[in-house]
T-cell receptor, first 115, second 112 residues
Framework: DAGVIQSPRHEVTEMGQEVTLRCKPI?????LFWYRQTMMRGLELLIY????????DSGMPEDRFSAKMPNASFSTLKIQPSEPRDSAVYFC?????????????FGDGTRLSIL | DQQVKQNSPSLSVQEGRISILNCDYT??????FLWYKKYPAEGPTFLIS?????DKNEDGRFTVFLNKSAKHLSLHIVPSQPGDSAVYFC???????????FGKGTTLSVSS
């Protein structure tokens, strides 16, 4: 079975540029999560969707960050304009909401470097 | 303020011995606790979980213990193997459909 697919795996761009990260959740999952991992803050939730609807975006650091989920099989996380402090590994995860133990399945992440 | 804390950034253990990874939490509303394992350049993978109505859950070499009164949980790996070397994240959640709150992780190194 295909897991959560993220693209690109690596992204290097100059500050001020727009960055778009993509995620394809596992088929049949109805919750999708975006996380960011940094040395200082560890793995922190940015936003999550249930049934394509954003439920909690309190972790989105600034208005420069936006996320969409136009359908059950695709989500994007956009940073515009990007800044060096946005450099991190961004993970997408999905789960089936009825699962008792809330097991989330993670993609392999996008390593983002803003120069 | 961190709601889930893993106070030991790293742990070194010899192959065959027990590895004990610890996690503390502050929010008494958490109902579910999970452990994830992460290898370099990969996403975290689910390892084992426990509901707050239990105090122990076992899966092969992995056992998670929950002490609700102390707001503490631990992951025991017996016997430890070199392939267990990874970063281990503790996570907690309040109810189904809500997000997980992760600790910062503990890097386990198992030497042969």
């Amino acid at each position: 079975d295909a897991g959560v697919i993220q693209s690109p795996r690596h992204e290097v761009t100059e500050m001020g540029q727009e960055v778009t990260l993509r995620c394809k959740p596992i088929s049949g999952h109805n919750s999708l999560f975006w996380y960011r991992q940094t040395m200082m803050r560890g793995l922190e939730l940015l936003i999550y969707f249930n049934n394509n609807v954003p439920i909690d975006d309190s972790g989105m650091p600034e208005d420069r960050f936006s996320a969409k989920m136009p359908n059950a099989s695709f989500s994007t996380l956009k940073i515009q304009p990007s800044e060096p402090r946005d450099s991190a590994v961004y993970f997408c995860a999905s789960s089936f909401i009825a699962t008792e133990f809330l097991t989330q399945h993670f993609g392999d992440g996008t390593r983002l470097s803003i120069l | 303020d961190q709601q889930v804390k893993q106070n030991s950034p790293s742990l070194s253990v010899q192959e065959g011995r027990i590895s004990i990874l610890n996690c503390d939490y502050t929010n008494s509303m958490f109902d579910y606790f999970l452990w994830y394992k992460k290898y370099p350049a990969e996403g975290p993978t689910f390892l084992i979980s426990i509901s707050s109505i239990k105090d122990k859950n076992e899966d092969g070499r992995f056992t998670v213990f929950l002490n609700k009164s102390a707001k503490h949980l631990s992951l025991h790996i017996v016997p430890s193997q070199p392939g267990d070397s990874a970063v281990y994240f503790c996570a907690a959640s309040g109810r189904a459909g809500t997000a997980l709150i992760f600790g910062k992780g503990t890097t386990l190194s198992v030497s042969s």
